[in-house]
Structure formats: C-alpha cells, structure tokens
C-alpha cells in the first residue's frame, strides 16, 4: 500500500518559507516511513526550472503543471482568472493548483486500492484529495489559517474594489477550510497558537502540533563585524510586505541617520517588486531570489537576523532557518509565536509598543551590532535552545507517526 504525499509547492532548502517547510516535511516522512511505500505528488505552481534537491535523490517524486495559466500569459488568461475569481468554487489559490492531472493520478490509484493514506501538506492543494478520498484517511498539515490572514488583508486594503475581490476570496476559503478540518482524520498544525485558535480548536480530538525544525546546518554563524542585516521573505505575501515597508519606511531611516554603513539587506524581493509601493531609504538593498548556496552565504555573513512580521498565522520559518545557522535573531514578540524555544535567546522587541519610538530600537539594534560578545551570547544561545528542541521533537515523532 501506499502514502499519498501532495503539497501546492515545490520542496526546497531555500525560497519560501511554504517552500522550505514542505522540503523539511518531506524528509521527516521519509526519515520516518517505518517501512511504509511514499508518492511525493508536487505543483510547479511557479512554472520554474525545478533541480531536486540531493537530498531527495532516492524518492519517488512525480511533478505536475499549475492548473490555470499566468496572467501575464494574455488576456485570455486574465479574463480566466477573473471569471474564477468571481464564480468559482474553489479560492484562486486552491483554484491555481487544483491539477487535472493530479487528480487523474490520484483517482487511478485509488480505483486500484493501492492508496492507505493521503498527507496534504497545506490547504490550497486538499480539494484534490477531497474530491477522491471517500474511505480513506486523510492527514492535513496546516501551515497556516488561511481564513484568518484573509482576514488580515481586508483590514489593511485601502482599495475598496480588492475589498470586494478578498470578501468573495474570504468566504470561499472559509468553506474550504472547514470541509477539509471537519473530512480530516488528523489534523497537523506547525504551530501551537494555531492548534488553539476557535476555528481549529473544535476539532481538538484530532489535532496535534508538529513543532516545525530545520536541521542544524554544518556552516555555523561567526561573528564578522561587517554591520549586515538580513530579511528573507517574498512582497507577494501580504504579512512579508507589511514588514518590508515598516523596515523601509519606519526603522531603517533612523538607522541610517545614526550608522549609515549599517545595511539591510532583503533576500527573496526584489526592487521591482516594490518600487512605486513604498519609500526606500538608502541603506536596504533587494537582493531578489537567491540560489540555495547564495542563501547560506547571506546567512553566514549577516551579523544579524531580522524579523517584524506580525500578521499572519503559522510559524515564521524565516526564523527557524537564520536559527539553524547560530545566526543571532532580532525578532517581534508576534513573530515568535510558535518558536517558544527562542524567548528569551534573542533581541525582542515590539512594533506595536515601539511605533512612537523606533529611534530606541534603532539605537538598541545598532548597540548590539557594535558588541561582538553580545552577538556571540546570543548565537550560542539560539543554537543551545534548537538542540534541545530537536531533542524533544525526536521524542514526539514516534507518537505522532510522522
């Protein structure tokens, strides 16, 4: 018999946190598959030039094309999307990367009784395990509420006509989400706070937490003295560019009139991206995507990591990642949700308590990069707590059978 395995992404140990996260899933099951025969079904929801990543070598991976074309693709892919937009069932997001293919695929395996259990790693990809699953059971790993940042957006979005274009985005997901918590026989959340929230926590006899860990990295963080700051994150996703534009248009610019050789540098946006969308100051560069390598280097050459996110639920993979490499993380308190092993191992602070005064930030964060010692306490420190925690996780595999 065999494990389904779908994910919207494809897996790798750089990109997107959803990325990331699906490259570490991937191994946990297959690290842990207790004899059990894996499918590893994926999108190229991004239509790249994808490379497997070496460390997936040896298993049984099948890749399938997005379901709707790009809308720079021509207008008919435009008008498309909209008549989806408004009349489908299915949220765009779910819309984009429910593959015929795939489900052709998962519907002949089925129909030979070969399929014991379907894993959807993230919501937007389990209408196409719904539609097939009947009997059998399903695990769903919840990256996010994906009702809940929905959510988020509306209050944020000036434009009253994408207003309209997330309410009608905003119930569809609701739908979605609740049919495919209530139709799962496990439900997986990677982070606690999610596990809690009302419109998981109904469900709390099925729901358990996967603490979400990258592997320590065989380069670790030294300190260089070169006055880096590093943030990784697309602008696509709407808690990054909230944090992109307070970094550009808040902190940075009283950075930059205290230290001006103080940089900051974005890794996964790039300027075009941006620009017209908000005021940069000088002292941030956009480096884009980055290859897998070129990550690690922008890791291990920062002196510091960090990270304002504050909407958004989850857990901010961002900051897992900057911890495998001892990297010292400067963080909000929101950003730490789900990461409870970082308290207190890192620079906290808290955008909604500093609004009125980020020259104290500024200043504070410029302190620390000007103190070795400190920097060198606090990678110690982040690289104590991850060993622990990888230590507590091993323990919880074998009960959680993933």
Same mark, same amino acid.
């Given at each position: 018999?065999?494990?389904?395995?779908?994910?919207?992404?494809?897996?790798?140990?750089?990109?997107?946190?959803?990325?990331?996260?699906?490259?570490?899933?991937?191994?946990?099951?297959?690290?842990?598959?207790?004899?059990?025969? *894996?499918?590893?079904?994926?999108?190229?929801?991004?239509?790249?030039?994808?490379? @497997?990543?070496?460390?997936?070598?040896?298993?049984?991976?099948?890749?399938?094309?997005?379901?709707?074309?790009? +809308?720079?693709?021509?207008?008919?892919?435009?008008?498309?999307?909209?008549?989806?937009?408004?009349?489908?069932?299915?949220?765009? +997001?779910?819309?984009?990367?429910?593959?015929?293919?795939?489900?052709?695929?998962?519907?002949?395996?089925?129909?030979?009784?070969?399929?014991?259990?379907?894993?959807?790693?993230?919501?937007?990809?389990?209408?196409?395990?719904?539609?097939?699953?009947?009997?059998?059971?399903?695990?769903?790993?919840?990256?996010?509420?994906?009702?809940?940042?929905?959510?988020?957006?509306?209050?944020?979005?000036?434009?009253?006509?994408?207003?309209?274009?997330?309410?009608?985005?905003?119930? @569809?997901?609701?739908?979605?989400?609740?049919?495919?918590?209530?139709?799962?026989?496990?439900?997986?959340?990677?982070?606690?706070?999610?596990?809690?929230?009302? *419109?998981?926590?109904?469900?709390?006899?099925?729901? +358990?937490?996967?603490?979400?860990?990258?592997?320590?990295?065989?380069?670790?963080?030294?300190?260089?003295?070169?006055?880096?700051?590093?943030?990784?994150?697309? +602008?696509?996703?709407?808690?990054?560019?909230?944090?992109?534009?307070?970094?550009?248009?808040?902190?940075?610019?009283?950075?930059?009139?205290?230290?001006?050789?103080?940089?900051?540098? *974005?890794?996964?946006?790039?300027?075009?991206?941006?620009?017209?969308?908000?005021?940069?100051?000088?002292?941030?560069?956009?480096?884009?995507?980055?290859?897998?390598?070129?990550?690690?280097?922008?890791?291990?050459?920062?002196?510091?990591?960090?990270?304002?996110?504050?909407?958004?639920?989850?857990? @901010?993979?961002?900051?897992?990642?900057?911890?495998?490499?001892?990297?010292?993380?400067?963080?909000?308190?929101?950003?730490?949700?789900?990461?409870? *092993?970082?308290?207190?191992?890192?620079?906290?602070?808290?955008?909604?308590?500093?609004?009125?005064?980020?020259?104290?930030?500024?200043?504070?964060?410029?302190?620390?990069?000007?103190?070795?010692?400190?920097?060198?306490?606090?990678?110690?420190?982040?690289?104590?707590?991850?060993?622990?925690?990888?230590?507590?996780?091993?323990?919880?595999?074998?009960?959680?059978?993933?």
């Amino acid at each position: 018999m065999t494990v389904l395995y779908l994910a919207p992404l494809l897996p790798s140990p750089s990109g997107s946190g959803g990325k990331r996260a699906v490259f570490n899933h991937v191994l946990s099951l297959a690290s842990n598959s207790e004899g059990e025969t *894996f499918k590893f079904l994926f999108i190229n929801v991004e239509e790249e030039d994808w490379v @497997k990543p070496k460390e997936l070598d040896n298993l049984n991976i099948a890749v399938y094309p997005r379901a709707m074309p790009r +809308a720079k693709n021509g207008m008919r892919s435009v008008i498309s999307g909209i008549l989806q937009a408004i009349f489908g069932l299915l949220p765009r +997001a779910a819309a984009v990367v429910s593959s015929d293919k795939l489900s052709k695929e998962l519907g002949g395996r089925i129909a030979k009784g070969d399929v014991s259990l379907i894993v959807v790693d993230h919501l937007t990809i389990a209408p196409v395990a719904v539609e097939h699953a009947g009997s059998i059971p399903i695990v769903y790993i919840a990256h996010n509420i994906e009702t809940n940042i929905i959510d988020q957006q509306l209050e944020y979005e000036p434009s009253a006509a994408k207003k309209i274009f997330l309410y009608i985005q905003y119930w @569809k997901m609701r739908r979605l989400e609740t049919r495919v918590l209530g139709l799962s026989s496990k439900i997986i959340c990677i982070a606690p706070a999610d596990a809690n929230n009302t *419109f998981i926590s109904k469900y709390s006899k099925k729901v +358990a937490v996967w603490p979400e860990l990258p592997e320590e990295k065989a380069k670790q963080w030294s300190f260089s003295g070169n006055k880096r700051l590093l943030f990784v994150g697309s +602008a696509s996703y709407f808690p990054n560019f909230d944090a992109i534009r307070w970094l550009c248009e808040n902190l940075m610019p009283k950075v930059g009139v205290v230290d001006s050789s103080i940089i900051l540098h *974005f890794v996964g946006t790039s300027l075009e991206q941006v620009k017209g969308r908000l005021k940069i100051p000088n002292n941030v560069v956009f480096e884009g995507f980055v290859s897998s390598d070129e990550l690690e280097t922008m890791h291990l050459k920062a002196d510091l990591f960090i990270c304002p996110v504050t909407l958004g639920s989850g857990v @901010k993979i961002k900051l897992l990642e900057a911890a495998s490499y001892g990297l010292p993380i400067a963080a909000d308190v929101r950003s730490l949700e789900g990461i409870e *092993f970082l308290d207190g191992n890192c620079i906290e602070f808290d955008r909604e308590n500093t609004q009125n005064n980020v020259d104290q930030l500024a200043n504070n964060l410029i302190s620390k990069l000007a103190n070795q010692g400190k920097l060198e306490f606090y990678s110690s420190q982040v690289r104590r707590a991850l060993s622990g925690q990888r230590r507590t996780r091993k323990m919880l595999a074998a009960e959680l059978k993933i």
